[in-house]
Protein backbone atom coordinates (compact mmCIF):
# COMPACT_ATOMS: atom_id res chain seq x y z
CA UNK A 1 0.00 0.00 0.00
CA UNK A 2 1.46 3.36 -0.87
CA UNK A 3 2.11 5.37 2.29
CA UNK A 4 1.57 9.27 2.99
CA UNK A 5 5.30 11.34 1.93
CA UNK A 6 4.99 13.11 5.10
CA UNK A 7 3.00 11.18 7.77
CA UNK A 8 -0.74 12.80 8.82
CA UNK A 9 -2.93 12.10 11.63
CA UNK A 10 -6.51 10.64 10.82
CA UNK A 11 -9.60 13.44 11.68
CA UNK A 12 -9.72 13.59 15.33
CA UNK A 13 -6.32 12.98 16.31
CA UNK A 14 -4.12 15.60 17.56
CA UNK A 15 -0.53 15.42 20.16
CA UNK A 16 1.71 17.46 21.87
CA UNK A 17 4.95 17.21 23.50
CA UNK A 18 7.15 19.28 25.69
CA UNK A 19 9.89 19.25 28.17
CA UNK A 20 9.28 18.98 31.85
CA UNK A 21 12.47 18.54 33.19
CA UNK A 22 13.49 14.81 32.57
CA UNK A 23 15.70 15.88 30.11
CA UNK A 24 18.16 18.80 30.34
CA UNK A 25 17.31 19.09 26.69
CA UNK A 26 14.82 17.82 24.19
CA UNK A 27 11.33 16.83 24.61
CA UNK A 28 10.44 14.48 27.25
CA UNK A 29 6.17 14.22 27.25
CA UNK A 30 4.46 13.64 25.07
CA UNK A 31 0.84 13.43 24.83
CA UNK A 32 -1.76 11.80 22.08
CA UNK A 33 -5.62 12.41 21.88
CA UNK A 34 -8.52 11.83 20.39
CA UNK A 35 -11.36 14.40 20.31
CA UNK A 36 -14.44 11.92 20.69
CA UNK A 37 -14.07 8.58 22.31
CA UNK A 38 -12.13 5.70 20.39
CA UNK A 39 -12.64 1.97 20.78
CA UNK A 40 -8.95 0.41 21.84
CA UNK A 41 -7.24 -2.34 22.12
CA UNK A 42 -3.18 -2.77 22.81
CA UNK A 43 -0.64 -5.54 23.43
CA UNK A 44 2.06 -5.40 25.99
CA UNK A 45 5.69 -6.37 27.25
CA UNK A 46 5.77 -10.41 28.18
CA UNK A 47 8.80 -9.94 30.25
CA UNK A 48 8.08 -11.01 33.98
CA UNK A 49 9.07 -7.71 35.65
CA UNK A 50 6.92 -5.07 33.80
CA UNK A 51 7.01 -1.47 34.47
CA UNK A 52 3.81 0.20 36.27
CA UNK A 53 2.33 1.60 33.53
CA UNK A 54 2.25 -2.10 31.93
CA UNK A 55 0.16 -3.30 35.06
CA UNK A 56 -2.12 -0.27 35.10
CA UNK A 57 -2.86 -0.09 31.16
CA UNK A 58 -3.52 -3.81 31.24
CA UNK A 59 -6.26 -3.29 33.72
CA UNK A 60 -7.45 0.13 31.56
CA UNK A 61 -7.43 -1.38 28.28
CA UNK A 62 -10.20 -4.04 29.55
CA UNK A 63 -12.96 -1.52 28.77
CA UNK A 64 -11.79 -1.43 25.01
CA UNK A 65 -12.05 2.58 25.18
CA UNK A 66 -9.41 4.86 25.26
CA UNK A 67 -9.68 8.76 24.90
CA UNK A 68 -5.79 9.95 25.40
CA UNK A 69 -2.23 8.49 25.97
CA UNK A 70 0.29 9.98 27.93
CA UNK A 71 3.65 8.92 27.91
CA UNK A 72 7.10 9.99 28.70
CA UNK A 73 10.73 9.27 28.63
CA UNK A 74 13.98 9.06 29.94
CA UNK A 75 12.56 7.02 33.40
CA UNK A 76 10.67 4.13 32.58
CA UNK A 77 9.00 3.97 36.01
CA UNK A 78 10.38 0.19 36.29
CA UNK A 79 11.01 -1.44 39.34
CA UNK A 80 9.39 1.20 41.69
CA UNK A 81 7.34 -0.81 44.16
CA UNK A 82 4.01 0.22 45.15
CA UNK A 83 5.12 4.05 44.48
CA UNK A 84 5.54 3.37 40.71
CA UNK A 85 1.88 2.01 40.99
CA UNK A 86 0.59 5.57 42.15
CA UNK A 87 2.95 7.44 40.14
CA UNK A 88 1.29 5.79 37.41
CA UNK A 89 -2.12 6.55 38.30
CA UNK A 90 -0.85 9.93 39.34
CA UNK A 91 0.04 10.43 35.99
CA UNK A 92 -3.32 9.12 33.82
CA UNK A 93 -5.22 11.22 35.98
CA UNK A 94 -3.37 14.50 35.87
CA UNK A 95 -3.24 13.91 31.98
CA UNK A 96 -6.95 13.28 32.10
CA UNK A 97 -7.63 16.35 33.99
CA UNK A 98 -5.70 18.62 31.61
CA UNK A 99 -7.73 16.95 28.48
CA UNK A 100 -10.89 16.95 30.46
CA UNK A 101 -11.50 13.15 29.60
CA UNK A 102 -12.16 10.25 31.95
CA UNK A 103 -8.94 8.72 34.16
CA UNK A 104 -10.37 5.30 33.09
CA UNK A 105 -9.89 6.15 29.43
CA UNK A 106 -6.09 7.44 29.64
CA UNK A 107 -3.55 5.02 29.16
CA UNK A 108 0.20 6.16 30.32
CA UNK A 109 3.70 4.58 29.28
CA UNK A 110 7.08 4.93 30.64
CA UNK A 111 10.15 4.82 28.82
CA UNK A 112 14.22 5.29 29.86
CA UNK A 113 16.04 3.77 32.95
CA UNK A 114 14.89 1.29 35.11
CA UNK A 115 14.97 1.46 38.88
CA UNK A 116 14.48 4.93 38.69
CA UNK A 117 11.90 6.76 40.76
CA UNK A 118 9.35 8.16 38.22
CA UNK A 119 9.38 12.30 39.13
CA UNK A 120 6.22 12.38 39.09
CA UNK A 121 5.60 15.91 40.15
CA UNK A 122 8.00 17.42 37.30
CA UNK A 123 5.46 15.49 34.61
CA UNK A 124 2.31 17.11 36.67
CA UNK A 125 3.50 20.41 36.27
CA UNK A 126 4.50 19.28 33.00
CA UNK A 127 0.93 18.80 31.77
CA UNK A 128 -0.38 21.89 32.77
CA UNK A 129 -1.70 23.73 29.59
CA UNK A 130 -0.25 21.15 27.79
CA UNK A 131 -4.05 20.79 25.88
CA UNK A 132 -3.59 24.25 24.45
CA UNK A 133 -0.22 23.06 22.43
CA UNK A 134 -2.25 20.03 20.40
CA UNK A 135 -1.24 20.02 16.80
CA UNK A 136 -2.45 17.70 14.01
CA UNK A 137 1.26 16.70 13.19
CA UNK A 138 2.55 13.20 14.63
CA UNK A 139 5.74 13.96 14.26
CA UNK A 140 5.54 16.53 17.08
CA UNK A 141 4.23 13.62 19.35
CA UNK A 142 6.91 11.51 18.42
CA UNK A 143 9.48 13.47 19.28
CA UNK A 144 8.76 13.58 23.42
CA UNK A 145 8.86 9.23 23.48
CA UNK A 146 12.38 9.54 21.97
CA UNK A 147 15.36 7.26 24.00
CA UNK A 148 18.48 6.50 22.35
CA UNK A 149 16.38 7.06 18.80
CA UNK A 150 18.44 9.03 16.49
CA UNK A 151 15.01 10.39 15.22
CA UNK A 152 11.72 10.57 15.80
CA UNK A 153 9.28 7.74 13.81
CA UNK A 154 5.73 8.17 12.08
CA UNK A 155 4.23 6.56 9.30
CA UNK A 156 1.03 6.66 8.06
CA UNK A 157 -1.27 5.41 4.98
CA UNK A 158 -4.88 5.57 3.41
CA UNK A 159 -7.33 2.67 3.65
CA UNK A 160 -10.67 3.60 1.96
CA UNK A 161 -12.04 6.85 3.57
CA UNK A 162 -10.08 6.36 6.34
CA UNK A 163 -6.54 6.64 7.45
CA UNK A 164 -3.81 4.30 9.87
CA UNK A 165 -1.05 6.54 11.66
CA UNK A 166 2.00 4.91 13.66
CA UNK A 167 4.12 6.99 15.73
CA UNK A 168 6.76 4.52 17.52
CA UNK A 169 10.18 4.79 19.92
CA UNK A 170 12.70 1.90 19.80
CA UNK A 171 16.58 1.70 19.55
CA UNK A 172 17.93 -0.82 22.30
CA UNK A 173 16.33 -3.54 24.46
CA UNK A 174 14.64 -4.75 21.15
CA UNK A 175 13.00 -8.37 21.02
CA UNK A 176 9.42 -8.02 22.05
CA UNK A 177 7.85 -11.19 21.72
CA UNK A 178 4.23 -9.13 22.00
CA UNK A 179 4.44 -6.06 20.30
CA UNK A 180 7.33 -3.91 20.54
CA UNK A 181 9.02 -1.00 22.31
CA UNK A 182 6.39 1.80 22.21
CA UNK A 183 3.93 2.15 19.26
CA UNK A 184 0.66 3.61 19.28
CA UNK A 185 -1.60 3.41 15.98
CA UNK A 186 -4.51 5.56 15.67
CA UNK A 187 -6.96 5.73 12.81
CA UNK A 188 -10.44 7.62 11.92
CA UNK A 189 -12.11 3.99 11.28
CA UNK A 190 -15.17 2.39 12.91
CA UNK A 191 -14.30 -0.73 14.30
CA UNK A 192 -15.52 -2.18 17.31
CA UNK A 193 -12.72 -2.86 20.14
CA UNK A 194 -13.09 -7.14 19.41
CA UNK A 195 -11.89 -6.30 16.03
CA UNK A 196 -9.35 -4.18 17.00
CA UNK A 197 -7.70 -6.63 19.09
CA UNK A 198 -7.88 -9.65 16.80
CA UNK A 199 -6.87 -7.07 13.87
CA UNK A 200 -3.74 -5.61 16.25
CA UNK A 201 -2.53 -9.44 17.29
CA UNK A 202 -2.84 -10.49 13.75
CA UNK A 203 -0.66 -7.67 12.20
CA UNK A 204 1.89 -7.57 14.93
CA UNK A 205 2.81 -11.26 14.83
CA UNK A 206 4.26 -10.90 11.25
CA UNK A 207 5.79 -7.22 12.27
CA UNK A 208 6.86 -6.33 15.44
CA UNK A 209 7.10 -9.62 17.18
CA UNK A 210 9.90 -10.89 14.52
CA UNK A 211 11.93 -7.24 15.15
CA UNK A 212 14.91 -8.12 16.93
CA UNK A 213 17.79 -5.39 17.34
CA UNK A 214 19.71 -7.13 19.83
CA UNK A 215 17.64 -10.44 21.80
CA UNK A 216 16.94 -8.63 25.16
CA UNK A 217 12.78 -7.98 25.81
CA UNK A 218 11.82 -4.46 27.48
CA UNK A 219 9.64 -4.36 30.06
CA UNK A 220 7.90 -1.29 28.91
CA UNK A 221 6.90 -3.18 25.61
CA UNK A 222 3.47 -1.44 24.85
CA UNK A 223 1.79 -1.44 21.21
CA UNK A 224 -1.86 0.17 21.44
CA UNK A 225 -4.69 1.19 18.85
CA UNK A 226 -7.39 3.64 18.94
CA UNK A 227 -10.25 3.65 16.52
CA UNK A 228 -12.62 7.09 16.93
CA UNK A 229 -14.68 6.09 13.50
CA UNK A 230 -15.00 9.82 12.22
CA UNK A 231 -14.34 7.99 8.92
CA UNK A 232 -17.09 5.32 9.38
CA UNK A 233 -17.47 1.59 8.83
CA UNK A 234 -14.00 0.25 6.33
CA UNK A 235 -13.56 -3.22 4.75
CA UNK A 236 -11.78 -5.36 7.34
CA UNK A 237 -9.98 -7.56 4.75
CA UNK A 238 -8.49 -4.02 3.34
CA UNK A 239 -8.24 -2.12 6.88
CA UNK A 240 -6.20 -5.15 8.28
CA UNK A 241 -3.79 -5.14 4.72
CA UNK A 242 -3.07 -1.70 5.58
CA UNK A 243 -2.63 -2.39 8.85
CA UNK A 244 -0.02 -4.70 8.59
CA UNK A 245 1.63 -2.71 6.01
CA UNK A 246 1.78 0.15 8.19
CA UNK A 247 3.33 -2.27 11.35
CA UNK A 248 5.96 -3.38 8.76
CA UNK A 249 7.00 -0.01 7.44
CA UNK A 250 7.75 0.84 11.30
CA UNK A 251 9.15 -2.52 12.26
CA UNK A 252 11.41 -1.52 9.86
CA UNK A 253 12.08 2.02 10.55
CA UNK A 254 12.63 0.61 14.33
CA UNK A 255 14.92 -1.62 13.10
CA UNK A 256 17.08 0.42 11.09
CA UNK A 257 17.46 2.78 13.75
CA UNK A 258 19.00 0.63 16.41
CA UNK A 259 21.16 1.63 18.53
CA UNK A 260 24.49 2.44 16.73
CA UNK A 261 22.91 0.36 13.74
CA UNK A 262 24.13 1.77 10.50
CA UNK A 263 21.97 -0.96 7.94
CA UNK A 264 18.57 -2.33 8.23
CA UNK A 265 18.57 -6.27 8.03
CA UNK A 266 15.76 -8.99 6.71
CA UNK A 267 16.56 -12.14 7.42
CA UNK A 268 13.30 -14.09 5.14
CA UNK A 269 13.38 -17.79 5.39
CA UNK A 270 11.08 -20.18 2.51
CA UNK A 271 10.79 -23.84 2.30
CA UNK A 272 10.77 -24.37 6.09
CA UNK A 273 9.10 -27.09 7.08
CA UNK A 274 5.94 -25.22 8.51
CA UNK A 275 5.93 -21.01 9.58
CA UNK A 276 7.06 -21.29 13.33
CA UNK A 277 10.35 -23.09 12.10
CA UNK A 278 10.57 -20.09 9.51
CA UNK A 279 9.95 -18.08 11.96
CA UNK A 280 12.97 -19.68 14.71
CA UNK A 281 15.25 -19.91 11.70
CA UNK A 282 14.91 -16.13 10.53
CA UNK A 283 14.83 -15.02 13.97
CA UNK A 284 18.59 -17.17 14.41
CA UNK A 285 19.75 -15.57 11.42
CA UNK A 286 18.55 -11.77 12.28
CA UNK A 287 19.89 -12.88 16.03
CA UNK A 288 23.44 -13.60 15.33
CA UNK A 289 25.89 -11.56 16.35
CA UNK A 290 28.55 -13.04 13.80
CA UNK A 291 25.74 -12.34 11.03
CA UNK A 292 25.18 -8.80 12.38
CA UNK A 293 28.73 -7.41 12.65
CA UNK A 294 29.10 -9.97 9.14
CA UNK A 295 26.87 -6.97 8.10
CA UNK A 296 28.90 -3.98 10.03
CA UNK A 297 31.78 -5.20 8.43
CA UNK A 298 30.89 -5.81 4.77
CA UNK A 299 32.55 -9.14 5.00
CA UNK A 300 31.08 -11.97 2.51
CA UNK A 301 31.19 -14.97 5.10
CA UNK A 302 28.39 -17.38 4.03
CA UNK A 303 29.61 -19.68 7.00
CA UNK A 304 27.84 -17.29 8.93
CA UNK A 305 24.68 -18.00 7.54
CA UNK A 306 25.17 -21.37 7.41
CA UNK A 307 25.54 -21.61 11.25
CA UNK A 308 23.05 -19.61 12.45
CA UNK A 309 20.45 -21.58 10.47
CA UNK A 310 22.17 -24.83 11.82
CA UNK A 311 21.82 -23.92 15.56
CA UNK A 312 18.58 -24.22 14.87
CA UNK A 313 18.81 -27.80 16.73
CA UNK A 314 14.72 -28.41 17.07
CA UNK A 315 14.17 -27.28 13.42
CA UNK A 316 14.06 -30.87 11.09
CA UNK A 317 16.95 -29.55 8.37
CA UNK A 318 18.76 -30.82 4.99
CA UNK A 319 22.33 -29.34 4.27
CA UNK A 320 21.98 -30.80 1.08
CA UNK A 321 18.67 -28.62 0.35
CA UNK A 322 19.36 -25.81 1.62
CA UNK A 323 20.33 -22.60 -0.69
CA UNK A 324 20.75 -19.21 0.42
CA UNK A 325 20.87 -15.80 -1.33
CA UNK A 326 22.12 -12.31 0.11
CA UNK A 327 20.92 -9.45 -2.10
CA UNK A 328 19.53 -11.77 -4.76
CA UNK A 329 22.84 -13.12 -5.38
CA UNK A 330 22.91 -16.69 -4.64
CA UNK A 331 25.84 -17.57 -2.47
CA UNK A 332 25.01 -21.54 -2.11
CA UNK A 333 22.79 -23.59 -4.02
CA UNK A 334 21.62 -27.18 -2.09
CA UNK A 335 24.67 -27.76 -0.15
CA UNK A 336 27.44 -26.53 -1.73
CA UNK A 337 28.92 -22.90 -2.47
CA UNK A 338 28.40 -20.90 -5.84
CA UNK A 339 31.09 -19.45 -7.39
CA UNK A 340 29.84 -15.62 -7.09
CA UNK A 341 31.85 -12.46 -7.50
CA UNK A 342 33.21 -11.57 -3.12
CA UNK A 343 34.21 -8.20 -4.14
CA UNK A 344 30.96 -7.49 -6.12
CA UNK A 345 29.07 -9.39 -3.18
CA UNK A 346 31.30 -7.37 -0.23
CA UNK A 347 30.24 -3.90 -2.37
CA UNK A 348 26.63 -4.67 -1.91
CA UNK A 349 26.94 -5.14 1.67
CA UNK A 350 28.33 -1.88 2.61
CA UNK A 351 24.62 -0.74 1.43
CA UNK A 352 21.55 -0.92 3.08
CA UNK A 353 19.28 -2.57 3.42
CA UNK A 354 20.83 -6.28 3.30
CA UNK A 355 18.27 -9.04 2.38
CA UNK A 356 19.44 -12.35 3.48
CA UNK A 357 17.15 -15.50 1.81
CA UNK A 358 17.41 -18.72 3.07
CA UNK A 359 15.33 -21.82 1.22
CA UNK A 360 15.67 -24.52 3.33
CA UNK A 361 13.89 -27.03 0.71
CA UNK A 362 12.18 -28.94 3.38
CA UNK A 363 8.30 -27.84 3.03
CA UNK A 364 6.32 -24.28 2.46
CA UNK A 365 6.62 -22.50 6.02
CA UNK A 366 7.69 -18.99 5.40
CA UNK A 367 8.87 -15.95 7.73
CA UNK A 368 10.96 -13.07 7.92
CA UNK A 369 12.71 -11.23 10.82
CA UNK A 370 13.80 -7.73 10.65
CA UNK A 371 17.05 -6.33 12.54
CA UNK A 372 20.25 -4.43 12.25
CA UNK A 373 24.31 -4.43 12.17
CA UNK A 374 26.33 -4.65 15.62
CA UNK A 375 28.73 -1.95 15.76
CA UNK A 376 30.96 0.02 18.34
CA UNK A 377 28.09 2.53 18.56
CA UNK A 378 25.69 -0.37 20.60
CA UNK A 379 29.13 -0.99 22.80
CA UNK A 380 29.29 2.65 23.35
CA UNK A 381 25.76 3.33 24.06
CA UNK A 382 25.12 0.53 26.05
CA UNK A 383 28.25 0.95 28.42
CA UNK A 384 26.76 4.62 29.48
CA UNK A 385 23.17 4.22 28.74
CA UNK A 386 22.06 4.74 32.91
CA UNK A 387 24.47 7.09 33.16
CA UNK A 388 23.73 9.17 30.23
Known amino acids: MQ ?8 RGFLCASRN ?3 KPTGNDLSVFYSEVPATAAAVFTRNRFPGAPIVVGRDIIRKGRLRAVVVNSKVSNVGTGEEGIVNAQRMGIAASVELEVPADEVLMSSTGVIGRRLPIELIEAGLLGIRDTLVDEPLVGAEGIMTTDTQPKAV ?3 VGDSVITLVGKGAGMIEPNMATM ?5 TDAE ?4 TLDRMLRAAVEDSFNMLSVDTDTSTSDTCAILANGLAGPVDEEEFLAGLRAGCIRMTEMLARDGEGATKLLRGTVQGAPGREAARRVAKAIINSPLVKTMAFGADPNIGRILMAVGK ?9 RI ?14 KTDYDEEALREELRGDPIDIRVDMGMGDGEATAYGCDLTHGYVDENAAYYSS
Request: glycine share 4%.
Open 3 to 10: LHEQPIFP
Open 182 to 186: LVYIF
Open 323 to 336: SVWINDRLLFKRGC
Open 191 to 194: LDAA
Open 312 to 320: CFEVEQDPQ
Open 20 to 22: CGL
Open 156 to 158: SLP
